[in-house]
């Protein structure tokens, strides 16, 4: 791509987007969003690519980036050292030939108005790639910057999984498949792979699950024949396992406690083709109206409530359900690879923070469950605080609570519950654990 004409514009927008995670502490789902607003559709993917990489390597750019600063750059020259982690993505994990990346990152700098930069810029960036091979080799030896992810996220992620942890890692920096659900209730995944396979795209069935078929190349879902028919939906097959430990029944209530964006209610209720009495329950309004759009597509009804899980008492009508899940907000570290913003933005303390509110979410929706009932307790969290570190002490101190073997491929047991590490069999990290309520 060339500086002439418009062809800056995508670069400059993965910029500005990446810019604002690392400064201004957004999310990358959301100022990707908004930069690459107007791009046509080419540019857009073109520029969410380069931000997916930049910020998916960011720790380890940056490191690169200081270790060969003379001194230190000035405060308000902070979008200059996000602009030299971009142009090392460019350069190391983004296949721009070497003389580009580095012409454009440093023309980005004029861009910006900071002219002064461009020798910096230049310099730098042709340093890395004449040192690249010392300098990698001195990074790989310490695991954080060789896989770009916060010391304590490796702690965390190693105390947990001691043997697969560094797989997991490795795992975290690649790309994510785009693996979809077959409504099995209304198709076969045979029947879909076949229509899937007559419009062009390349597509295979996923071992852990027998609605799950994996695409490729990933494409815009709106583009997939069946999916405004509510046949497909996008969803990764560790997430599947969801609705099928549930496994509801047909005319069962069931609560799905914090259903938002509502991946999992749409599969709970393709699980017995719509015929539950299905509680979408989300604090979020604004979220809850994606779980809505979601089942208006599969044609599927179900009471939407926005209220808080914690206070039922402004919700509730007091009858208990048969079934639960219980998909409580995490840390979401087995979805780095999904959002790897989350490596820059989130810190040991919010996890403290997240496993108190899980405990309190737990001990409430117990609350409104059935004697014989059953509640599927979930995370999207590689870190054991959030999982058997909620569940486990939750466990011993409720009586009549019993915790169910779990058994499926792909995971792995715990003390209590069961893990799918991230990448097992091309999965997103997943923990779930079963209980049912004695009578
Ligand atoms: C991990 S997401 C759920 C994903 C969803 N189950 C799916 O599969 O699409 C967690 C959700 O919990 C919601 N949430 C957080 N605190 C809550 C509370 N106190 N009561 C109800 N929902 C809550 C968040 O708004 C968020 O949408």
Redesign the pocket.
């Known amino acids: 791509m060339s500086a002439r004409g418009t062809d800056w514009i995508p670069r400059f927008r993965a910029l500005e987007a990446v810019r604002r995670v690392v400064l201004d502490g957004e999310s990358l789902t959301v100022s990707l969003a908004e930069e690459t607003e107007g791009l046509a559709a080419r540019e857009a993917a073109w520029s969410r690519a380069l931000a997916y990489a930049t910020v998916r390597w960011y720790l380890r750019l940056d490191a690169m980036v200081e270790g060969m600063l003379e001194r230190p750059l000035k405060p308000r020259d902070a979008v200059i050292r996000v602009l030299l982690c971009q142009g090392l993505a460019e350069l190391f994990h983004f296949g721009t030939p070497d003389h580009a990346a580095v012409r454009e990152t440093a023309e980005l700098a004029r861009t910006l108005q900071r002219p002064g930069a461009v020798p910096l810029v230049n310099a730098l960036l042709r340093r890395a790639l004449r040192e690249r091979d010392v300098m990698g080799a001195a990074m790989n030896r310490t695991p954080s910057l060789r896989y770009a992810c916060p010391p304590w996220l490796v702690a965390g992620i190693r105390s947990a999984f001691p043997d697969t942890w560094e797989a997991q890692l490795e795992a975290s920096t690649l790309p994510a498949p785009m693996t979809l659900r077959v409504n099995l209730a209304r198709s076969s995944r045979e029947a879909m792979q076949r229509r899937l396979r007559e419009a062009g795209h390349a597509v295979t069935e996923h071992s852990s699950g027998p609605a799950a078929l994996v695409l490729e190349t990933a494409v815009d879902v709106e583009r997939l024949p069946g999916f405004s028919e509510g046949l497909l939906s996008v969803q990764d097959a560790a ?1 599947q396992w969801a609705a099928r430990l549930l496994a509801p029944r047909s005319g069962e209530r069931v609560l ?10 749409g599969h709970l209720l393709e699980s017995a083709n719509g015929d539950l009495q299905l509680t979408a ?4 309004g604004a ?1 809850l109206g994606r779980v809505r759009d979601n089942l208006r597509r599969l044609g599927y009804p179900a009471a939407m409530v926005v ?4 206070r039922p008492d402004a919700w509730w009508d007091g009858a208990l359900f048969d079934a639960i899940l219980l ?4 840390s979401a570290t087995g979805v780095i690879r999904r959002h790897p913003d989350i490596k820059l933005l989130r810190s040991p303390r919010d996890i403290g923070a997240l496993a108190h509110r899980q405990r309190q ?1 737990l001990e409430t929706a117990w609350t409104l469950l059935r004697p014989g009932g059953r509640l599927l307790y979930a995370t ?1 969290s590689l870190l054991d605080e959030e999982n058997e570190g909620v569940v486990a002490p939750w466990l011993a101190a409720t009586p009549g609570a019993c915790c169910e073997t779990l058994d499926f491929p792909g995971g792995v047991a715990r003390p209590v519950g069961r893990s799918i590490p991230l990448g097992s069999e091309g999965m997103d990290g997943f923990y779930y654990a079963l209980f049912t309520r004695g009578a």
Do not use: E, N, Q
């Open positions: 997430a799905d406690a914090c259903a938002a964006p509502g991946g999992k209610t329950l989300d604090v979020d979220r209220g808080d899980l914690a998909d409580v907000p995490c979410l999207c």
